[in-house]
């Protein structure tokens, strides 16, 4: 079992920063493959980003690439994601997500065994 706490979100104006957390409980997280999605009012969930349970290897949908950053600190049971530049569009619930896998490519809802409760990013034009 793992239970997974996001946090970071907030309001913020188009251009600015946000640095999301996900804090992991369970010996075993380093051992999990580790997602953001994102789900906007009205729409689906969305990937936005995964790394495997190494760091090694991290995938992004386009929308996010060169803005977004996911990373993982083993050490620590966290796995964060930068985002920059953000835009309004970019405004959804975002979750954090982890699976037992070796494969980086976890891009489905259902790929993922384990959710948080979201946490809301706002930004505004």
């Known amino acids: 079992q793992v239970q997974l706490v996001e946090s970071g979100g907030g309001l913020v104006q188009a251009g600015d920063s946000l640095r999301l957390s996900c804090a992991a409980s369970g010996r075993t997280f380093s051992s999990y493959a580790m997602g953001w999605l994102r789900q906007a009012p009205g729409k689906e969930r969305e990937f936005v980003a995964a790394?495997?349970?190494?760091?090694?290897?991290?995938l992004y949908a386009d929308f996010v690439k060169g803005r977004f950053t996911i990373s993982r600190d083993n050490a620590k049971n966290t796995v964060y994601l930068q985002m920059n530049s953000l835009k309004p569009e970019d405004t959804a619930v975002y979750y954090c997500?982890?699976?037992?896998?070796?494969?980086?490519?976890?891009?489905?809802?259902?790929?993922?065994?384990?959710w948080g409760q979201g946490t809301q990013v706002t930004v505004s034009s």
């Open positions: 790394i495997s349970w190494s760091g090694g290897s991290t």
């Open positions: 997500a982890a699976v037992l896998t070796a494969t980086i490519y976890v891009v489905g809802i259902d790929d993922y065994d384990y």
